[in-house]
């Protein structure tokens, strides 16, 4: 049997507009368009703006040093980290239990891209690894879900119409 969350996960990939790929009419299309950019509240700002800027090769696009905050960017994504006030009394986010983001997906070129990445994450010291590269329900599209070092759950995803399938 899978797991609830392998299957919500591929429920939702499933009944996605964006998976679906349907096209739309202006007038059917939603006020709303797409992720502008994604804020979080981390408990080791420097080493998790590291960990985007070094460990996954984003940029630096700016901070705030009075908050303090620090902003990094691929280039189509924009992700603003903000450092809570007091590291040793901040809440660890529990995603069974707590109201709050539970992951951010992120699409991975190729799979010898997503093995790549997993290697770097099993060797840098503040990541955990949840799970290595594995089919999302029966595949071909390929995931897996870490931790950076400020805890936040991060799933790397490879989807089928990335991967070559050979018959």
Do not use: C
């Not at 939603?30 to 960990?51: M, P, Q, R, Y």
């Not at 660890?92 to 799979?111: C, E, Q, W």
């Not at 503040?126 to 390929?142: I, R």
């Amino acid at each position: 049997m899978k797991p609830l969350s392998l299957l919500l996960t591929t429920s939702i990939l499933l009944a996605s507009p964006v998976a679906a790929q349907t096209k739309t009419t202006a007038q059917e299309e939603t006020a709303t368009l797409e992720l502008n950019h994604i804020g979080f509240a981390v408990s080791k700002l420097d080493d998790t703006a590291s960990f985007f800027v070094d460990t996954l090769g984003w940029k630096r696009a700016g901070g705030r040093p009075e908050y303090p905050a620090k902003f990094v960017t691929n280039g189509k994504m924009f992700v603003t980290l903000w450092q809570v006030n007091d590291p040793a009394k901040a809440v660890s986010f529990d995603r069974k239990n707590n109201v709050g983001l539970h992951h951010m997906a992120i699409t991975v070129r190729d799979l010898p891209a997503l093995h790549d990445l997993h290697r770097k994450f099993v060797a840098h010291t503040g990541v955990v690894v949840e799970f290595a590269p594995e089919f999302l329900g029966n595949g071909p599209a390929t995931h897996m879900m870490i931790r950076e070092p400020s805890g936040l759950r991060l799933e790397f995803i490879v989807p089928a119409s990335r991967i070559e399938t050979k018959n």
